[in-house]
T-cell receptor, first 115, second 115 residues
């Protein structure tokens, strides 16, 4: 079963506007972590933000924030004031508290910021 | 800053050649991973290791092989490269343990083209 679902293969946003990238997940664990990575065209994976399942506050890192809705099992990434350099692939990932707890990745969303 | 390295960054090679993609990390991580990724597409886990002398196949079947003789080193080998192996290969590592907030660190990737 797919653990991480990103339903938006591609998204467009106007420069300086905010954009939300969707991510839903499936787990029966009570303890888990949610991550977002950015992959520019150069190919490297850049860690952006982390949210723990027990964290009561939504995580924020600069222009990135994570809209965590535990009951709905969603962990959407919000990018405020989009910049041209935000154009990239974005991957949502989850790590569960099971013994091997390997990170599972969604299929990704390609974000294009238009000038 | 992540200390995980991959060489070469780019490789163009003819069909039938044997190649080894190198991956090294200096963080002392026990867990290491290889992902195969076509441009703009999702990550596919092809191999992983939980420590020295431990290697497992991932979700996507691959003709490549890996070895883990030293903690810091996790090379991937293709005995006979074919055009279908053309892709980007990403190496990653993370600490051992059940903590859900362990970030996964990625190398810069190797872009392989088999002619």
């Amino acid at each position: 079963a797919q653990k991480i679902t990103q339903t938006q293969p591609g998204m467009f946003v106007q420069e300086k506007e905010a954009v939300t990238l969707d991510c839903t997940y499936d787990t029966s664990d009570q303890s888990y972590g949610l991550f977002w990575y950015k992959q520019p065209s150069s190919g490297e994976m850049i860690f952006l933000i982390y949210q723990g399942s027990y964290d009561e506050q939504n995580a924020t890192e600069g222009r990135y924030s994570l809209n965590f809705q535990k009951a709905r099992k969603s962990a959407n990434l919000v990018i405020s004031a989009s910049q041209l350099g935000d154009s990239a692939m974005y991957f949502c990932a989850m790590r569960e508290g099971s013994p091997n707890n390997d990170m599972r990745f969604g299929a990704g969303t390609r974000l294009t910021v238009k000038p | 800053e992540a200390d995980i390295y991959q060489t070469p960054r780019y490789l163009v090679i003819g069909t039938g050649k044997k190649i080894t993609l190198e991956c090294s990390q200096t963080m002392g991580h026990d867990k290491m991973y290889w992902y195969q990724q076509d441009p703009g597409m999702e990550l596919h886990l092809i191999h992983y290791s939980y420590g020295v002398n431990s290697t497992e196949k991932g979700d996507l079947s691959s003709e490549s092989t890996v070895s883990r003789i030293r903690t810091e080193h996790f090379p991937l080998t293709l005995e006979s490269a074919r055009p279908s192996h053309t892709s980007q290969y990403l190496c990653a590592s993370s600490p051992l343990g059940t903590s859900v907030h362990n970030e996964q660190f990625f190398g810069p990737g190797t872009r392989l083209t088999v002619l």
